[in-house]
């Protein structure tokens, strides 16, 4: 197998070249919805562990008016019963075939839904769990499966039907969709301006997967919006124009945003232009699988712990339905500051039910020692993540985070970036500093709720800035944990008709091809790579970068191997610039893709002299083009590359 292409250099720097903007709607019509059908921005969370929605009119309104609606999503909650909740849980159930009666799945839109999601496929799996999807969104970013191929429920037996995490992403977005044409039937959903958010260090094939699952329930007019930013959006919103009462020039605002599946970490610094305020994101943190599901797994193997020690021993699926009532029993004791414990019961298989169960108790010391003491450690700025020999063979699963302290992977974020802010005039970072200086914390995601645990990360963090003697950095009221994303997303949809505040982002890395050296055959030695950058940090949304100077060799109608490299920390790259040599620090190796391109009347194995073309659509994704230079013919090189054929 060949790689992507030979190298003829003749490197020249690209100019960036604006891609034509979407027409956008009509927004003069007041109260019905404009010619196009376009009325509402709409956002929408697909969370790792619950997924929103929210909604906000577009037509004559101001700062001061826009206010984003959370919309009720009905779902069943047990077989029969329907209820309107503000969010969708993020869970598959596969049912067995005689569990649940026929006409006990009816929702208002269907009688018989293809797949059981939400609240009964949470409670359903609580006791079966072998039955319940979960965690889809991080299986799309897994490089190591097909995104495609029905794998989950991952340790399900046989006789249970599986599905791709394609699949279960698309029916979540499916029920929402149907939720909404059964509450707005006046206001069909792929009219009105969708915007989906997806965590700040998505790839770009997870990021293709997402906008594909979009399309497969008719939503081809969605665009993508990082998670982190949206939550933003959200308390800028909020704040009805008194954010810049708390925001100031010089400001680095770091997101910490701990969901039930993944930590995102990001950073978006305050400048000014012309005497006005402007959002710039200027780092994003790597996609860590650590979050809320970590933290309930670890107080289920604590109980397991003292189930053990008394002589009682559980099995594997109980272990599962036991994690899923220490979260119920973790939220209690948080939101519950006058109970001390909960008790849990752990049921068994057999007839005799009751005289089978086992029973036990999670304690509010237990809680703030495992998760408080385990997951926000009171580490120095100078610790990092623990990384340890991996076993040669290990059961199927996610690529979880090895360690479990938050703060040590936030200590090795804010060391990376140090220099995110070194092209900003309006920020200064003293010289003796080892890591870049948050001065405010805005959080997000469900596990901060939990006044325990945010407290934890304030002081751990301080501490840093503290013995820098650095102010310590303030947190930003009034964020809603639960609901913020979807709020700010549909409140980005507002900021894109060119209304209220813009964080300027673009592309979350620098994104890199690997070039082939033609060199000679050389017993025992790959030829060489370089990296060629073909994204720069930053690159806006509806802007293209070409290289029609820079000639290379495309290797067609026989299978071929891309290589792609990421960086969030090599700024100052351009397009066209090839590295020769690089760290494992700067940069990251993506998933390599495997393909044959079409052959277009050419000879299978021809190589057609080439220049690249690559642009970051308006959708959010990343797309790479080879141009033939003789008869511009063109090849896309798709990023879509967990799917199957």
């Known amino acids: 197998?060949?790689?992507?292409?030979?190298?003829?250099?003749?490197?020249?720097?690209?100019?960036?070249?604006?891609?034509?903007?979407?027409?956008?709607?009509?927004?003069?019509?007041a109260e019905e919805p404009a010619q196009n059908g376009t009325r509402f921005s709409v956002g929408i969370d697909l969370g790792t562990t619950h997924c929103v929605l929210s909604y906000a009119n577009l037509n004559n309104i101001d700062d001061e008016e826009f206010s984003p609606l959370v919309m009720?999503?009905?779902?069943?909650?047990?077989?029969?019963?329907?209820?309107?909740?503000?969010?969708?849980?993020?869970?598959?159930?596969?049912?067995?075939?005689?569990?649940?009666?026929?006409?006990?799945?009816?929702?208002?839109?269907?009688?018989?839904?293809n797949y059981l999601v939400g609240e009964i496929a949470r409670n359903l799996g609580s006791k079966t769990p072998i039955r319940l999807v979960s965690s889809a969104k991080s299986w799309l970013c897994h490089a190591g499966v097909d995104c495609k191929a029905p794998i989950l429920p991952a340790e399900a037996p046989d006789e249970v039907e599986r599905v791709s995490p394609f699949q279960a992403t698309t029916a979540y977005l499916q029920h929402m969709c149907d939720a909404w044409r059964s509450l707005h039937p006046e206001a069909p959903l792929n009219q009105q301006d969708v915007v989906i958010t997806v965590p700040a260090s998505f790839d770009p094939a997870a990021r293709e997967l997402t906008v594909e699952a979009a399309r497969a329930v008719g939503l081809d007019q969605a665009i993508l919006l990082e998670e982190p930013q949206a939550a933003l959006y959200s308390w800028i919103e909020k704040s009805h124009g008194d954010w810049r009462k708390q925001a100031e020039v010089g400001d680095i605002i770091l997101v910490i945003d701990i969901g039930g599946g993944t930590t995102d970490l990001s950073l978006i610094a305050v400048t000014q232009q012309e005497g006005n305020l402007e959002l710039t994101r200027v780092a994003v943190g790597d996609h860590i699988l650590l979050g809320g599901d970590n933290m309930d797994l670890a107080l289920a193997y604590t109980v397991k712990a003292?189930?053990?020690?008394?002589?009682?021993?559980?099995?594997?699926?109980?272990v599962q339905a036991l994690t899923h009532s220490c979260r119920d029993a973790k939220e209690k004791l948080f939101s519950h500051a006058d109970i001390d414990n909960?008790?849990?019961?752990?049921?068994?298989?057999?007839?005799?039910?009751?005289?089978?169960?086992?029973?036990?108790?999670?304690?509010?010391?237990?809680?703030?020692?495992?998760?408080?003491?385990?997951?926000?450690?009171?580490?120095?700025?100078?610790?990092r993540p623990i990384s340890r020999p991996r076993t040669g063979l290990r059961t199927a699963g996610l690529p979880y985070a090895q360690d479990a302290g938050i703060t040590r992977h936030l200590a090795a974020f804010l060391a990376k970036q140090q220099g995110a802010t070194d092209e900003l005039k309006d920020i200064n970072l003293p010289e003796h500093a080892s890591f870049l200086h948050p001065t405010a914390v805005l959080?997000?995601?469900?596990?901060?709720?939990?006044?325990?645990?945010?407290?934890?990360?304030?002081?751990?963090?301080?501490?840093?800035?503290?013995?820098?003697?650095?102010?310590?950095?303030?947190?930003?009221?009034?964020?809603?944990?639960?609901?913020?994303?979807?709020?700010?997303?549909?409140?980005?949809?507002?900021?894109r008709k060119g209304k209220g505040v813009r964080i300027k982002g673009?592309?979350?890395?620098?994104?890199?091809?690997?070039?082939?050296?033609?060199?000679?055959?050389?017993?025992?030695?790959?030829?060489?790579?370089?990296?060629?950058?073909?994204?720069?940090?930053?690159?806006?949304?509806?802007?293209?970068?070409?290289?029609?100077?820079?000639?290379?060799?495309?290797?067609?109608?026989?299978?071929?191997?891309?290589?792609?490299?990421?960086?969030?920390?090599?700024?100052?790259?351009?397009?066209?610039?090839?590295?020769d040599y690089w760290t494992d620090e700067e940069l990251d190796e993506l998933d390599e893709i495997e393909i044959t391109l079409p052959e277009e009347n050419r000879r299978p194995g021809e190589v057609i002299p080439v220049h690249l073309c690559a642009a970051v659509t308006e959708v959010g994704t990343l797309e790479l083009q080879a141009v033939s230079q003789k008869d511009n013919g063109r090849w896309k090189i798709e990023f879509d590359v967990r799917a199957g054929e």
């Open 1 to 29: 197998m060949k790689d992507l292409f030979s190298l003829q250099p003749k490197p020249v720097e690209a100019k960036p070249v604006a891609v034509e903007p979407e027409t956008q709607p009509d927004e003069s019509v």
């Open 72 to 113: 009720a999503i009905p779902q069943l909650t047990s077989p029969g019963s329907v209820e309107d909740k503000q969010q969708l849980p993020s869970f598959l159930y596969q049912a067995h075939e005689a569990e649940l009666a026929e006409d006990s799945t009816s929702l208002p839109w269907t009688a018989k839904p």
């Open 306 to 318: 003292k189930l053990e020690k008394d002589g009682k021993r559980l099995e594997p699926w109980q």
């Open 342 to 383: 909960i008790p849990l019961v752990v049921a068994s298989r057999g007839s005799s039910l009751i005289g089978g169960t086992l029973r036990s108790e999670l304690t509010r010391e237990e809680v703030n020692r495992v998760l408080v003491e385990g997951f926000l450690p009171k580490v120095s700025v100078s610790d």
């Open 443 to 495: 959080f997000n995601g469900g596990v901060l709720k939990a006044d325990t645990l945010a407290e934890r990360l304030m002081e751990v963090l301080n501490s840093w800035l503290s013995a820098e003697q650095a102010p310590e950095a303030r947190l930003l009221e009034g964020a809603d944990l639960d609901l913020a994303v979807a709020r700010g997303a549909a409140y980005y949809g507002y900021v």
């Open 506 to 579: 673009g592309t979350a890395a620098s994104y890199y091809v690997g070039i082939e050296s033609a060199m000679p055959a050389v017993p025992g030695m790959a030829p060489e790579i370089q990296a060629l950058c073909i994204a720069p940090f930053g690159m806006e949304e509806g802007t293209q970068q070409e290289l029609p100077d820079d000639e290379f060799g495309l290797v067609i109608g026989e299978p071929v191997r891309f290589r792609f490299f990421a960086s969030n920390t090599r700024r100052e790259d351009k397009v066209g610039i090839r590295l």
